[in-house]
């Protein structure tokens, strides 16, 4: 697993120099074409080194080292992301563009026509062109200002996002149960109990019947659970708290794993390939968990799990990541609702108007949101903590309320 980590340290730092080479590219036409200084060129290839170390030395700190976030660190990873995500918002566009003059070059290459004599005009239009170089700055821009709003609010703004979830021949004693889910919540993302306050005070206003919290609880150690555990602690439901493992809580030895382990299940049930049952005005579910099935970790036991469940009794699945459900679950077992998380939408999304776009939906099937086939439903948490730089853009935390309700029959 180690060796896994080390790969991803590096990995990180050579994305972002090929991000930084392109738009250097961009920037050294630019500034020849306006005259510009062409120290500017020099300044951005001088943060280009010093951002390039300074990520990948907070990383290597964040993994390695006795990691908890400080007020120079909070500055060093807001600095990162404002640098590295606004250009991340702005590929697309250039990626386009260039795929467009590409285009055009071969169309000329295979279309060749009369050269024509080019004419130029005596009066060039100054001012409109110093307007649209002051334009096209402006709207440069415009992705640091999104960015740097998402390091700041939108990483802590916590929504609750209402669902329900008809359930065929749900026991009587179950319709309107609700469940509150909570999903990477990566206790180390955070620099202090902000965000875990506001959620034990919507919690506490929710009064849901049970509290699920599908994995990912640390980034690489079970230290940064200690750090929280006061207000782990708190995030409390009327039937109790239920959870299981996801890919960030085997990136550690086996003693740390066992000592997250104990954390864990000091403020909740771990279901690890385990099933449980809930009681609820008479009548009763099964609520069960796997452990992480993942590339390059393979420890969920999917038959294990099946076999300690009631045949007879409808089923709620914690499962970390979504991929699972298409691959063991739909279709394949009798269970109605599967809980997961793990994408966080990869913290980039665009989620209004009636869009639904995110990087993630090139990765996973199934990213954020419910998912429904036949009688089986899929929930995928967008997260409430972070991975990498400390920000979510269009893309806030979240704690779901299911609400489970009797589906009506189609005759």
């Known amino acids: 697993m180690k060796t896994f980590i080390i790969f991803f340290l590096l990995a990180i730092p050579l994305i972002q120099l090929s991000v930084d080479l392109y738009f250097l ?3 050294k036409k630019f500034v020849a074409k306006f005259n510009y200084n062409p120290s500017y060129v020099r300044v951005y290839k001088t943060l280009t080194v010093l951002f390039l170390l300074t990520s ?19 500055i060093i990873y807001a600095t990162l992301g404002i640098w590295y995500y606004s250009k991340l918002i702005l590929l697309p566009f250039f990626l386009g563009f260039d795929i467009f003059k590409l285009s ?12 024509k004599i080019p004419v130029v005009e005596e009066n060039t239009n ?41 359930v065929h021949n749900l026991p009587a004693g179950f319709e309107g149960f609700t469940i509150a889910q909570l999903s990477d919540i990566h206790f180390g993302s955070f620099y202090d109990s902000g965000i875990l306050n506001r959620c034990i005070l919507l919690l506490d206003r929710l009064n849901p019947d049970i509290l699920t919290i599908t994995g990912d609880f640390v980034n690489f150690n079970p230290k940064e659970m200690e750090d929280f555990y006061t207000e ?5 439901a009327r039937k109790g708290v239920f959870a299981c493992l996801g890919n960030h809580d085997h990136y550690m030895s086996d003693s740390e794993r066992g000592d ?24 009763y579910i099964n609520i069960a968990g796997v452990d992480n099935s993942s590339k390059g970790q393979d420890f969920a036991d999917f038959p294990l799990m099946l076999s300690q469940k009631d045949p007879m009794l409808k089923s709620i699945l914690l499962c970390h990541n979504p991929r699972n459900w298409d691959k063991y679950i739909r279709g394949k077992t009798d269970i109605e609702l599967t809980l997961s998380g793990h994408t966080h939408g990869t913290q980039v999304a665009i989620e209004s108007f009636g869009l639904k776009l995110s990087p993630a939906g090139l990765i996973y099937k199934q990213w954020a949101g419910l998912h429904s086939h036949g009688n089986q439903h899929l929930y995928v948490n967008r997260g409430l903590g972070t991975v990498g730089p400390p920000m979510r853009i269009g893309i806030p935390p979240e704690i779901t309320l299911i609400t489970l309700k009797k589906a009506v029959s189609h005759v």
């Open 126 to 166: 100054v001012s409109r062109r110093n307007f649209l170089e002051g334009a096209g700055i402006i709207t440069a821009g415009i992705p640091f200002l999104i960015v740097a709003n998402s390091t700041l609010n939108t990483v802590r703004n916590v929504r609750v996002i209402p669902v329900t979830v008809p």
């Open 104 to 115: 055009k070059i071969i169309y000329d290459k295979f279309n060749k026509k009369e050269e």
């Open 56 to 74: 990948f030395g907070a990383n290597a700190f964040r993994t390695f080292g006795d990691f908890q976030y400080n007020n120079i660190l909070i």
């Open 260 to 283: 997250l382990r104990g954390i864990i299940s000091s403020g909740s049930v771990l279901l690890n390939n385990q099933s449980a049952i809930i009681e609820n005005r008479g009548d």
């Open 25 to 27: 590219r961009f920037l």
């Open 232 to 236: 782990y602690k708190k995030l409390k």
